[in-house]
Antibody, heavy 119, light 108 residues
Framework: EVQLVESGGGLVQPGGSLRLSCAAS????????MHWVRQATGKGLEWVSA???????YYPGSVKGRFTISREDAKSSLSLEMNSLRAGDTAVYYC?????????????WGRGTLVTVSS | SYVLTQPPSVSVAPGKTAKITCGGN??????VHWYQQKPGQAPVLVVY???DRPSGIPERFSGSNSGNTATLTISGVEAGDEADYYC???????????FGGGTKLTVL
């Protein structure tokens, strides 16, 4: 079955760190760009990071310098290292597969993992 | 930074046609993607590259894009189409992904 499964979410104090993981299965992971997208409760979608097949990385200003995306193709695994966490980072974090074609659509999503930043 | 504007809500009767707009500066020059998200679920891609449908998405879902407005059209709306819909583009000038604020579709 083609799927993405996130893990690693939880409760963390402001200023703390957390590492999210995403396990891919059912497709050739190394052939795809991958993304993280988050959603605060009751809010819209916010793109968090992307990594290309050549390990090129991309971030919006809201997380640049604090978050690091990485991939391990041999294990079909995607990670997001999050540092200096703030209350505003509280959200469900989704792992998403890029649809290809260079236009950055997301054709496969995981079910998400909840990150709560609170003291 | 690039901004996408969607109406917060759209209402439509069953069997009718719903149109959800997504406004952005010269959005017609970009490729627009649309996602459906039902409560408690992950988003699902329903239209990509302005007007293409992924496999498994009903033909009732279609898209168009021109000038400063992209539109998702849902024909013959069903109760199961009630969801939040988001438009999204890749801004090549900044290498950033941008989502619209989302539109809640209510089936009356």
């Amino acid at each position: 079955e083609v799927q993405l499964v996130e893990s690693g979410g939880g409760l963390v104090q402001p200023g703390g760190s957390l590492r999210l993981s995403c396990a891919a299965s059912g497709f050739t992971f190394s052939n795809y760009d991958m993304h993280w997208v988050r959603q605060a409760t009751g809010k819209g979608l916010e793109w968090v990071s992307a990594i290309g097949t050549a390990d090129d990385t991309y971030y919006p200003g809201s997380v640049k310098g604090r978050f690091t995306i990485s991939r391990e193709d041999a294990k079909s695994s995607l990670s997001l290292e999050m540092n200096s966490l703030r209350a505003g980072d509280t959200a469900v974090y989704y792992c998403a597969r890029d649809g290809g074609g260079g236009n950055w659509s997301f054709d496969l999503w995981g079910r998400g993992t909840l990150v709560t930043v609170s003291s | 930074s690039y901004v996408l504007t969607q109406p917060p809500s759209v209402s439509v009767a069953p069997g009718k046609t719903a149109k959800i707009t997504c406004g952005g500066n010269k959005i017609g020059s970009k490729n627009v993607h649309w996602y459906q998200q039902k409560p408690g679920q992950a988003p699902v891609l329903v239209v990509y590259d302005d007007s293409d449908r992924p496999s498994g998405i009903p033909e009732r879902f279609s898209g168009s894009n021109s000038g400063n407005t992209a539109t998702l059209t849902i024909s013959g709306v069903e109760a199961g189409d009630e969801a939040d819909y988001y438009c999204q583009v890749w801004d090549s000038d900044s290498d950033l992904v941008v989502f619209g604020g989302g539109t809640k579709l209510t089936v009356l």
